[in-house]
């Protein structure tokens, strides 16, 4: 990334909009901070913006100017984004583009935050044309920097993709969940009945009951161990264990606590139990000046 960086005129980072204020990897912003840079705050259907005008409010007061919410899915607010870059660039006394008239973007961000989707989401609206990055529900897909992908005619705008890139230190545990309930880390290197946990912890904690009536549950249950049960009972995903007693072998049924912790994540993933915002304590909490 930072070999290509003196191709590049602009910096997009992409960041997931349900946990806008942690997460971010802060190397970013010392290597590649030189650059203009507009934060996209993507999967905005997803996430609950309400306070919306705080977050961004936030995020100003750590320098941050250009943010953009989207949705890459159904192309929402993708149309802001060229413009947004070629004013900054044209604005940018870095910038001398002599004869040259296209714009180069590098497209950075944490693992399976969007980056691709954003691509050819800027591709649809500009282009008319399909998919040029692929795309997956978990990190990872991305492997190396990309060549370069045009998404505009005019201007000529071409996009540098790049892998997603963590932190090689993350602040804080609760942060490092956070980042695995988005999927920006694979489930297994976390636990997924730890994951279900976490996530039955907030969700409980802010009041989004919504998983109740989806499992059709007696009511919301701070036990993952009772709740992941009876998910498993609701969707057949029991096993049959023989177990050996005094008295013989006994078959006894016992629920898949895995797949149904995974059967919870998915359905949080896809927005099922309504928008949520992991960084609500930390946006209630006045941030460190800058």
Not at 31 to 39: A, E, F, M, N, R
Not at 67 to 78: M, Q
Not at 132 to 141: L, M
Not at 247 to 255: E, L
């Amino acid at each position: 990334m930072q070999s290509s960086l003196k191709l590049v005129d602009c910096i997009i980072e992409v960041h997931d909009a349900r946990i806008p204020l942690s997460g971010r990897n802060p190397l970013f912003q010392e290597t590649l901070g030189i650059k203009p840079h507009v934060l996209v705050l993507n999967k905005m259907d997803l996430a609950d913006l309400s306070e919306q005008q705080k977050i961004i409010r936030h995020l100003e007061r750590e320098g941050l100017k250009n943010i953009i919410f989207t949705n890459c899915v159904k192309d929402e607010n993708v149309k802001q984004i060229v413009p947004v870059v070629t004013e900054l660039v044209g604005s940018s006394y870095r910038y001398h583009r002599g004869e040259n008239a296209e714009y180069c973007i590098m497209v950075i961000g944490v693992p399976n935050v969007g980056k691709s989707s954003l691509i050819n989401s800027l591709r649809r609206h500009h282009l008319r044309k399909g998919k040029a990055t692929r795309v997956g529900g978990e990190p990872g897909i991305t492997r190396a920097v990309m060549s370069r992908i045009q998404v505009c005619e005019r201007p000529p705008v071409f996009l540098l993709d790049t892998p997603g890139v963590l932190a090689p230190r993350i602040g804080s545990v609760e942060t490092g969940l956070k980042l695995a309930l988005c999927g920006t880390v694979l489930d297994h290197l976390v636990g997924e009945e730890t994951l279900a946990d976490y996530l039955l912890y907030t969700l409980n904690r802010h009041q989004l009951l919504g998983y109740v009536q989806h499992y059709g549950l007696g009511g919301a249950c701070d036990d993952v161990v009772s709740v992941l049960k009876r998910v498993a009972v609701r969707l057949g995903k029991t096993q049959r264990v023989k177990v050996l007693t005094g008295t013989g072998d006994v078959n006894v049924i016992q629920p898949n606590y895995t797949a149904a912790a995974r059967d919870f994540l998915r359905t949080f993933r896809s927005g099922l139990l309504g928008p949520v915002m992991l960084d609500r304590d930390t946006l209630h909490t006045p941030p460190a000046d800058p």
